[in-house]
């Protein structure tokens, strides 16, 4: 690779509003969409809220002469929406299917039904390894009583996990509250910086096979706004930079607002509160490995499709052209890592934690009533079965028996679900508690004792299992 | 690092069965599991079927002067049941539930419930990166009419995939059909070939930091007997070794059978086709990044306990001493992969193709019935209705509601279940078409043309999306 190697990557992402029956004007906007994407010739269209697979099918077909590598990722009852297209070959793909999103009673809201997930392509693009996310995360139908958020949080972390644990390292990478820029070497936690010590590289030994990503993009509605503590936990974890906050080039709605009140498709008193409209749209990238990448321009609709007048979606597309070049050589600076410095990403960890823990409490209160009611639905059920044989209010008791049944198996589901919810917020309040746990002992033992510092070694003091 | 350098590495695995009210002596043999953990001081101890979390923390306290790193996996209703001990600090750990895992309905094999996983558990020891996995996947109830097979052969690529992501490289680490031994430095798959050609190392650019693991090892009860397509699909697919089959000091049961007829524990009429027992738990291992490992002891249970005469569980405890060291620099050898070269992993990889798409047509064939039979519910509800509201066989019709709701509720969620099965079989089985196409390409372009080779271009072929 020259020294002056650079790499001009064009991305697009939309959430494509695509719900049979329900979302208007679907075929149109899917074939406006169809003609846009082969106009512009993105090297990656990444698209959300495709839940018909005959859409995709359709989009497949006449994205196929320009975009020949195309992938529906599949997941749920009905599926994750996700699909992405592609330019260039793709080496690997995988997904991974969100632990909690939402709950199966909820049929009107339907997000359960979904199975949403994430989905990872692997493309190599002139020698660099691009490892390309795109995500939907759980829907927010109520900014004032939201029940979901918890799940969103969880969600919001187990992504950032598994970016960090494919692409990152599970150990590598982000430091505490370093505050990384866009290209900047990032510092590395002390384990790494120890093990370096340890092990320098063996010219000749084939170490570059267990390589991870050079670059890594994540795009996708992430339903949350760029404050929201999912979006903060999922960039301070990850490290990843936010294209619009990064950009110098930028035209489009105002504030990145991906969701415009100028769009006939949205709901508008749902953006009552919000003049300009929210922005839960993203496009995330990170360079590592020695590469610098840089958002050059970054686009986005405007309520209003490109070239003719109705949008393409109820979202606003983002489209956004990245830089990515070799980076020279750089020095690793030390870590210094001071409790004020490291304040930011702890505080998160900590506001993320707290936030499960209340979920945790309230999955298992939701799993004890459920157990109350199945108690009384079995005494109801035995003394129906009484009255019945007896006589009497025979009919009335016979008549009762339906919804008596009922009542014990949703309750049981109730309670099945719940139980689940518990474990599944439970484990993510244990990761986010050893993390804390780290944080915490480097903390205590100071900057000047880092480099020896064995890292993890709170697993065992008992607070985190519980 | 020394070029001496040598790690040894004690391990333990056992499937505890620990089914609360249900297994037998379970205090008794959790107390004495606990004794004998301590007295050996193993460097980790990764358990199966430990159900009870009372139960991991009853061992967390009495094995905290040993092993003072402890984590439990907790995952679906029950739990996955996976937990690990460690005398080292815990780096970190995350877990990966399978999509299918059996079906809620059958209740009483309960898999579902569980939510089984994977665990994986990061350690930095002496400098070296371990990835160390513990597993256990769905049970075989009938090896004669096994409803479940193909769960888990989408179980093991799932497994395979994720160690594959995490720990080796997406596109990294294992050729076609080389036949990997231990300790030997793997061919690499083409693409990894011409990155290295184009990207050599940089000295000084902090690449080390998106590193993997350099030791990978998983444990656990597979439920797979070692020629099971399950099994062969996840040792080709990920290169590792079987401890029982690469060591040269080997002392336990007869054919290293980890259910044994000599168990008290064991129900030996499931046995009896297999006079010496079935080997269903596996210690597996592998080495990359220009590191050796070889497994030189392994010794298991043999139906009784090592020192009192009752078994420590139905399963016989694994117990391994793999060591681990510095491989010197090594040519990495070109990739000479002929049609013949490439067969053995090809027809594993085509057998679970075909297992999964029988097993696609077979969920989608529950689906449709049960929509079918949500159909008739429906009628017959109406049908009841009407005769309720007539008189004349009124008490019947109102007698038969409370099947017929029964029914339809039933029915609807077997419909559900199917389609959740149907999606998550279509995803394992589009990740190994997109495996075999990228195979059938390089076969077609023959092994000349390979540097220049860009592996996945089939992607857009359409054949993969069904």
């Known amino acids: 690779m020259k020294p002056n190697f650079s790499l001009r990557l064009r991305l697009f992402n939309l959430n494509c509003w695509g719900i049979p ?5 679907r075929a149109d906007r899917m074939k406006r ?9 993105f090297d990656l269209a990444l698209l959300e809220e495709v839940w018909s697979e005959q859409d ?16 529906y990722f ?21 997904q991974h299917v969100y632990t909690l999103n939402g709950y199966p009673y909820m049929i009107h809201h339907g997000d359960w039904f979904c199975g949403k997930a994430v989905g990872l392509l692997v493309l190599h693009l002139g020698g660099l390894v691009l490892n390309a996310y795109v995500t939907h995360l759980h829907a927010e139908y109520s900014r004032q009583k939201d029940i979901y958020l918890t799940h969103r949080v969880a969600q919001a972390w187990e992504l950032a996990q598994f970016i960090q644990c494919v692409s990152l390292g599970l150990t590598g990478e982000v430091g505490w509250g370093q505050g990384l820029r866009g290209g ?8 790494e910086l120890v093990r370096e010590e340890r092990l320098p590289h063996q010219p000749g030994s084939p170490s570059h096979t267990s390589k991870k990503a050079d670059v890594v993009l994540l795009c996708g509605d992430l339903n949350l706004h760029p404050k929201d ?18 950009t110098r080039d930028f035209k489009g709605s105002e504030e990145g607002c991906t969701m415009v009140p100028e769009n006939c ?64 050589p750089q020095h690793i600076p030390s870590p210094s890592h001071g409790p004020a410095e490291r304040s930011p990403l702890t505080s998160i960890l900590k506001e993320a934690w707290t936030e ?64 689940q919810e518990a474990k599944g917020l439970s484990r993510a309040r244990a990761e986010l508690q050893h993390v804390l746990g780290r944080a915490r002992e480097a903390q205590d033992l100071g900057p000047e004792s880092q480099p020896a510092l064995p890292l993890g070694q709170q697993e065992g003091d008992g607070t985190e299992e519980q």
């Open 21 to 25: 029956y329900l979302s208007k004007h």
């Open 33 to 41: 969409l169809g003609d846009f994407l082969n106009m512009e010739s």
């Open 56 to 71: 995709f099918q359709y989009l497949r077909q006449k994205l196929s002469p320009t975009y020949p590598a195309a992938h």
């Open 74 to 94: 599949r997941s749920g009852v009905i599926g994750s929406g996700l699909c992405v297209f592609s330019k260039h070959p793709i080496q690997e793909f995988t």
């Open 184 to 191: 900047q070497v990032p510092t590395y936690r002390r384990a």
């Open 229 to 246: 503590l999912g979006c903060r936990l999922l960039k301070e974890w990850t490290g990843l930079h936010d294209a619009y906050l990064e």
């Open 265 to 328: 498709y949205v709901n508008q008193r749902e953006l009552e509160p919000f003049p300009f409209g929210i922005r839960i749209d993203y496009v995330l990238y990170k360079a590592v490995s020695g590469f610098y990448i840089s958002c050059k321009t970054l686009r986005t609709t405007t309520g209003r499709d490109p070239h003719s007048g109705t949008p393409l979606s109820d979202h606003e597309a983002l489209m956004a052209t990245l830089c990515v070049r070799h980076s020279p």
């Open 356 to 419: 499960l823990d209340l979920g945790v409490a309230q999955a298992r209160w939701w799993a004890t009533f459920a157990g109350y009611v199945i108690g009384l639905g079995l005494l109801l059920l035995a003394l129906l079965c009484a009255l019945a044989a007896g006589g009497g209010v025979r009919e009335v008791a016979i008549l009762l028996w339906t919804p008596s049944v009922g009542l014990l198996l949703g309750a049981g589901a109730v309670y099945l679900f719940h139980m």
